[in-house]
């Protein structure tokens, strides 16, 4: 393994919503790292602030503070303009619900963004073709999404978020409308990028456990901070010890009671840290 694989730091974020009068602090505080040539997945249960995590990795939405530094440069500093510029030169998004064009085909779907940026070179296609036959659908580029099945829709958008070769692939509850086989199969697939491609990093949000196991490095947030992390040889002895796949518990303690209990624990310890960064920013938004 390389010595320096670090891609994306993670420091101190604290993203805060405003609906109305009504605050939501979505990150508080959440710091990790991500690697090149692995897969994090995070995850949590829903309203835990993964999506946010990844909008701002993403470059979708801004941080009210902390650090995002991407290949040695922080992001959160970055003008509009630059945070388009490395959106679109160095990230693919992959989502729950497929965002295909339905008048489009498939290879069609995959192009559009690139004939739309002007970049749909000769060489592009060519790694486009590449890339159909990676997702196994070669032979099925020119149906249209209501002639695939849900499974093949999702492969055909990992291939889209693939197509301007990005450095970071981001993946939003990925196999979250699939049934059971088409998701083993994109579980497989986004595995097989990984090991195709081991200078891209990619990051997986779920609230689906089965996901634990095409990973290199898990998070559990919990309440917009990280709760757990589990590490590349730590994820190995699980996998190697007796636990069956698909077993949700695997990844917690054994004990549920003693588990809250370290978790509230530990969220009362953070929130106590945070807690002083959260009103500055707070009065900053409401000047007095
Ligand atoms: N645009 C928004 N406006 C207001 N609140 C939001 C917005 N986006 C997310 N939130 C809130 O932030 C919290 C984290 O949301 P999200 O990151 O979507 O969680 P997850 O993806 O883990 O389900 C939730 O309480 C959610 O309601
Ligand atoms: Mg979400």
Known sequence: MEMNNTKIVIDDSIKIYKRGSIEVVALRGLSCTFHKG??????????????????????????????????GQDIAQFTDKEVEKYRRAKIGFVFQFMNLIPELNAVENITLPLELSGTLTKERKEFIQELLKIVGLEDRQNHRPDELSGGEQQ???????????PEIILCDEPTGELDSLSKKVVMDLLRSVIEKFPEKTMIIVSHDPELKAIADQMFYIRDGNISHTFTKSELQAKQQATLTPGDVQTYMPSNPDETNKAILTELRHIDHFVKDKINSIEKKMHPV
């Open 38 to 71: 692995e897969i994090a997945v995070i995850m949590g249960p829903s309203g835990c602030g993964k999506t946010t995590l990844l909008n701002m990795i993403g470059g979708l939405d801004r941080l009210n503070s902390g650090k995002i530094i991407v290949d």
């Open 155 to 165: 492969r055909i958008s990992i291939a889209a978020a693939l197509a301007n070769d």
